[in-house]
């Protein structure tokens, strides 16, 4: 397979003097793909690069969510605002939220295409931790906003028995004062935040969505205070959840949520959590969506291998043999896994750069080479 290495970071050479300006607030956007956190879709020759629009300065989402278009995932065209916020006070998506990771899928079933996203309210810091649900006729947008809600009130995980749930619902959040004690960390393993959250639904933070080959979709999340990845089913018009989910890695602390499947495997690579600042990524893997699911080692290798280059990973786009054959990527019979990843810029967040790294195989383990 010829390897390509596409490293796009898309700082602007001038970012630091102009700063320094202070009668120029916000230096000009041209060269920045302001969408992080995001995803990239195909739909007939076009790709659609949707993510986070950021402010230059400060956390809140002021304008929404972003879409740039290519024919070559090199040359974008910015088309603008594909979901935006609302000036209606008290509107979920209320400008001055935080609307973080949005991921599109296209749904069959209503011809629709269809936006989560991670949505925190306004002036409630990260705590609301609910997934929001938009859809539009078109890629381009506009979406409209649906709904927010925490997943699976009520719920329980669909491997929990009836011994799982009686032990789950015998943790007290009370009981344990001092968080990451062995004993809190059992608690945590035996359910003790789904419990606490079962009325309300499952928090949901850091999240990707995948539709697999039988056209299933689900909702993979960072859940229970970003201790425990949820995988969460989604009905067929993609806009709730079934009520089926299992849980990944109770209380290993992972974020940033990518998946992609190959040769029947599914893989799923995470962080850890350290905010803004990038740490080592975590690799896992299941014959079946629902798990069991394996960890493996840190799959980077080389210089900044042991945080992720200085990325968060947000997607893996996949691309068909013929599809990588066309934009010269690869000439691989089986499909390209490209890992997309953020390198955050905290204190200017619009200016936040994009690294993307192609996953290969070796001795049967998916390596990320910088
Ligand atoms: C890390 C997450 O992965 C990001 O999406 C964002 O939520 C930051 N934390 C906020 O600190």
Request: charged share 20%; aromatic share 12%; glycine share 10%.
């Amino acid at each position: 397979m010829k390897q390509i290495i596409a490293i796009i970071t898309l700082l602007l050479g001038t970012l630091s003097a102009m700063a320094q300006m202070s009668t120029i607030p916000t230096p000009p956007a041209e060269g920045v793909v302001n969408a992080h956190g995001g995803c990239i879709i195909r739909v007939d020759s076009l790709y659609y690069w949707y993510g986070e629009n950021r402010p230059y300065q400060g956390f809140t989402t002021e304008v929404g969510v972003s879409v740039y278009t290519s024919r070559d995932l090199q040359h974008w065209q910015d088309g603008g605002v594909a979901l935006s916020v609302s000036e209606e006070a008290g509107s979920p998506i209320e400008r001055g939220c935080i609307m973080e990771r949005p991921k599109v899928v296209y749904c069959p079933k209503t011809g629709k295409y269809v936006m989560l996203f991670h949505l925190e309210l306004k002036g409630r810091g990260y705590e609301a931790a609910q997934v929001g649900f938009a859809e539009s006729d078109t890629p381009t947008g506009p979406f409209r906003f649906i709904r927010a809600l925490r997943p699976n009130a009520d719920k329980w995980p669909k491997d929990f028995t009836k011994k799982d749930i009686k032990k789950a619902l015998e943790q007290r959040p009370d009981d344990y004062k001092d968080w990451w004690t062995p004993e809190w960390r059992t608690a945590i393993k035996k359910g003790m935040f789904v419990a606490r959250d079962l009325k309300g639904g499952q928090m949901s933070r850091d999240m990707t969505v995948y539709v697999d080959q039988d056209g299933t979709a689900y909702h993979i999340t960072s859940s229970e205070d970003n201790l425990t990845i949820h995988i969460n089913e989604l009905t067929p018009d993609f806009l709730s959840f079934t009520g089926r989910y299992v849980r990944v890695a109770p209380g290993g602390q992972n974020e940033a949520p990518t998946i992609f499947r190959h040769n029947g495997t599914y893989w799923m690579i995470c962080s850890g959590c350290t905010g803004w600042a990038p740490n080592a990524a975590r690799l896992f893997s299941a014959k079946s969506i629902w798990g069991p699911w394996k960890q493996h080692p840190n799959p980077c290798r080389g210089d900044g291998a042991d945080k992720t280059f200085g990325g968060q990973g947000t997607y893996i786009l996949t691309l068909s043999p013929v599809e990588a054959a066309r934009l010269e990527i690869s000439d691989s019979p089986y499909p390209t896994h490209i890992f997309m990843a953020d390198i955050w810029n905290p204190k200017h967040l619009s200016h936040s750069g994009h690294l993307w790294v192609p996953i290969t195989f070796e001795n049967g383990m998916p390596v990320l080479r910088f």
